[in-house]
């Protein structure tokens, strides 16, 4: 039953699967066979696992360059990959057979192995993982497809919890046990330059000299397909010192300078900035960007060039995706390479330009919006700053012709916000530089069209603004991490689980067994079991005993006030209050529940990191409370991650999703009202708390009055929702305590919540990232399938 081909030149048998891992011991790890550690271990299947993905990896690519098909590069500034290993396992469709090798090698419990890795956290949230769902399915989609990005010394940082219940971060120095994931190419490198003078020749070209020259290395990531031999890169940027140390200073005996400035290129590819969803303005910020964005680009030209195609075909050959405006430096850095290097005329190189990128939106909220100082771009990159000062300039042109004497509206499109300093609007520069453009839900695509973007759908019409609607691999989120559920699926489907894995439509064929009692019985096992095989991981990391037949109330995602986790944890409070108040009798008709949450904050937004300290401190009355055993628990799960979603998605019986209505890009929920009308309203009613909710004005008095620890340390927080109370918490909150008393009444139908997930299940099939990464394929990028044999 177990799938072979994953395997060609390296053999699959078991024994020499064994001899492999053992060969990696003796050798790359050089260790003794009898003398070795789990950690080893994990090392050396990985370094043998890492063997079969380079023989495909090396196929792919050769297939690739033999067939010069067109081929597209998504550019993400972060890919939140998590771990490789299990993954990889099941893409090549050998773990039986490595489980069955490591047994022989004496050790039993397979799933210790793999939790020994590293997470590769090189992303925040939503976004990064996006990223790494579509990497998976292009290979698995046989889609000539790479991914670009940093190769991150420092990761997304450790989150850890104060006895205070404060969020306390500390680095994650991933690398720090060499990465076998990795293949480290010092061949494939380029030189990338950062401020100096650019002099203009003639009225489109000109030279860019001096300043400091860094040097991008390459490292590839093998992205294998699952059930497929097809293997894509994800070719990940390092920075290096031009040379390792600056000789000029060196000779001048300046031995302290000579060192700093190898220090300052390398501080380039140090450390993700963690902020989600928010613009930090730091000139290394956009160093970062440029960096990763012309090596990139360098790269892609060079395939290009290897071709012997004329520049006038480049964009026949290649499509790039731009992940956010993060490489929108991209679009003046290509007409730099086409003008000044390639001596293309400018009006050519910018069809070409823009016939090339694709844009995706994954934001309308203002303060995540990039925008730059023209000053710190005039520093750093000032012929990129000239090259946008042109394009801005015939842009406003066939704008004034569309509509002559319109000062608001040339002022609203223009590239650059006016002002002291003047700004760079990174959105717009992306919308004229791409031949489309996208958002990434239904709902926020439509916003995108009618709020941020209007006055360019007005300019190029509506069909340059489409949606993909996000998806997620269902590898990674149902195969690998819910092998239960995936055995019933395939159980019941028929067939082996690459019909549906592959095909994820095919889940709505569970809905024929949607009424059988064995069925509906299996089901509810595999959540009970994920739910005990959550409650052992929380037990042995926090010491705390879950009730597994409580109903699992979950929110993980990153902390933010448009997110509301405020809300969700001042209802908690309200339901500790509620069953407080109740004799015992009562009380035992108490629908059981766990809370948990999950989520980093980002180290400077300080209103994200009280809430946590709220949750935390609200757990520790309510869980030591007697009165609430069994009934209430309420957990901040630290550090969330790819791999702590692994364990706890799967044990979850509902997902919070309550951001206001329109703030979270890819949120569909089916909320009634704009928020933009009952903001506007609030400015001119402004009720007191008391009047908008009682119930809710009783929570905050509760924690003000100490209930919690120290009320004054929530001041600032519970006076966010007493006045203005920019994300309508008050206004929601007795409609989300009906809601959760529907929740409570809904989980006691025992029968009925379990057809509910199945049903759910089994119309997930449009949220498969292959549909989604179909639909770039097919409608952004004009790519087609090139199958490995
Ligand atoms: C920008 C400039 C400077 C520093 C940081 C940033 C920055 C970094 C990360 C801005 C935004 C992000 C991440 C945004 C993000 O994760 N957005 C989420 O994207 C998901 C995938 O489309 C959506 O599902 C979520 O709704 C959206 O919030």
Sequence with gaps: SVWKSGLRAVETEETSITKSIVHHV??????????????????????SVRDNLIVNWNDTQMLYTRKAPKRAYYLSLEFLMGRTLDNALLNLGLKEDYQKAARKLGFED??????????????????GRLAACYIDSGATCELPLWGYGLRYHYGMFWQQ?????????????????????????????????????AERIGDSKAIWSGGQEVMAVAYDVPIPGSYTRNTNNLRLWDAKPKRGFDLNSFNAGDYEKAVESSNSAEALTRVLYPNDNHMVGKELRLKQQYFWTAASLADITRRFKQLGEPFSKFHEYVAIQLNDTHPTIAVPELMRIFVDEEDIPWDQAWEITQKVFGYTNHTVLPEALEKWPVPLFQHLLPRHLQIIFDLNHSFLQAVEKKWPNDRDRLTRMSLIQEGFPQYIRMAYLAVIGSHKVNGVAELHSELVRTTIMKDFVDFYGPSKFGNVTNGITPRRWLDQCNPGLSSLIT???????????????????????????????????????????????????MGVKLNTSALFDVQVKRLHEYKRQSLNILGV?????????????????????????GGKAAPGYYMAKLVIRLINNVAKVINADPDLQGILTVLFVPDYSVSVAELLIPASDISEHISTAGTEA?????????????????????????ERSPALAVVCKVIAEGRFGDGSIYEPFLNTIRTGDYYLVSDDFDSYLEAQKMVDTAYQDKVSWVKKSITTTAKMGKFSSDRAIMNYAEEYWNIEPVKLN
């Excluded at 003796?26 to 370094?47: F, K, L, P, V």
């Excluded at 595999?526 to 037990?539: S, Y």
């Design 26 to 47: 003796q050798t790359t790890i050089a260790r003794q066979a009898y003398n070795i550690d789990e950690e080893g271990a994990y090392r050396a299947i990985a370094y």
């Design 110 to 127: 397979f799933e210790e192995l793999v939790e020994s890795e590293r997470d590769a956290a090189l992303g925040n949230g939503g976004l």
């Design 161 to 197: 919890i104060s006895t205070d219940g404060s969020q306390v971060e500390a680095p994650d120095p991933w690398l720090n046990h060499a990465n076998p994931w990795e293949v480290h190419r010092p061949d494939v490198s380029y030189l990338v330059r950062f401020y100096g003078h």
């Design 491 to 541: 159980e019941t489907l028929g067939g082996d689980k690459t019909k549906w894995l592959k095909d994820l439509s095919k889940l709505e064929g569970l809905l024929s067994h949607i009424d059988d009692p064995a069925f509906q019985k299996k089901w509810a096992d595999v959540k009970l079991q994920n739910k005990q095989r959550f409650a052992q991981f929380i037990e042995q990391t």
């Design 573 to 597: 409070i309200h339901r500790y209050l509620t069953i407080k108040s109740l004799n015992a009798e009562e009380r035992a008709k108490v629908v059981p529940r766990v809370v948990l949450f």
């Design 666 to 690: 890819s949120g569909t929920s089916n909320m009634k009202f704009c928020f933009e009308d009952l903001r506007y309203n609030h400015q001119y009613h402004p009720t007191s708390l008391e």
